[in-house]
């Protein structure tokens, strides 16, 4: 079933409740994270857009209302245009109910979408219209307390067969960055 945007009832938007929120907050304060840009992580996004040969990476850490993209990756030219000849252009913040990482987040697993229009429950995510998001691959940040801290991702503006190879790299890239955040930690650095 593909999602049609004429049809009312095609716009199932739902936004998993985050019972963690109140913990990853504290662990992202412990770590000084997802308050600020950080260069090492625009870095890493941008090395995981080149990888995946996508517009848009980020290095996402959630809130109870909000995703901060500390790390991002941008195309240099936006990859759409509106009827109106307006290109949107995406922050470093979204609302928790835009995109597909706080799916990710909850679910504390990977995410594969190769195409979101064959998905009604992603279908009608904000990002879809505003952004023209087509396809989303992303994975948990999870450290060795167990916490989920955010997601790394990367996203297109058409439809991407990601594959069994797609799902490892970007599970991959999750642990790396997270082994990263967590030898910072333990040398008593910031990430910067």
Not at 22 to 46: F, K, N, S, W
Not at 82 to 92: E, F, I, N, Q, Y
Not at 144 to 171: A, F, M, N, Q, Y
């Amino acid at each position: 079933m593909r999602y049609d945007p004429a049809r009312p009832a095609g716009r199932l938007l739902l936004t998993p409740e985050d019972k963690e929120a109140p913990v990853r907050i504290r662990r992202l304060g412990q770590l000084r994270l997802g308050e600020h840009p950080d260069p090492e992580l625009d870095a890493y996004a941008d090395r995981l857009a080149e990888a995946a040969r996508t517009p848009y990476a980020m290095v996402n850490f959630i809130d109870e209302n909000r995703q901060f993209f500390a790390g991002l990756h941008l195309p240099a030219v936006a990859p759409v245009v509106k009827p109106d000849g307006s290109t949107p252009v995406l922050g470093r913040e979204l609302a928790r109910d835009h995109g597909f990482c706080p799916h990710v987040v909850v679910r504390r697993k990977a995410l594969v979408l190769e195409d979101v229009s064959d998905y009604p429950r992603f279908a009608g995510n904000p990002v879809v219209d505003e952004f023209g998001i087509r396809s989303y691959l992303g994975a948990p940040l999870i450290d060795s307390t167990g916490t989920v801290l955010g997601t790394v991702c990367v996203v297109d503006v058409e439809p991407r067969p990601w594959g069994r190879p797609g799902l490892e790299t970007i599970k991959s890239s999750a642990a790396e960055l997270v082994a990263r955040i967590e030898r910072r930690e333990a040398d008593g650095l910031p990430l910067l």
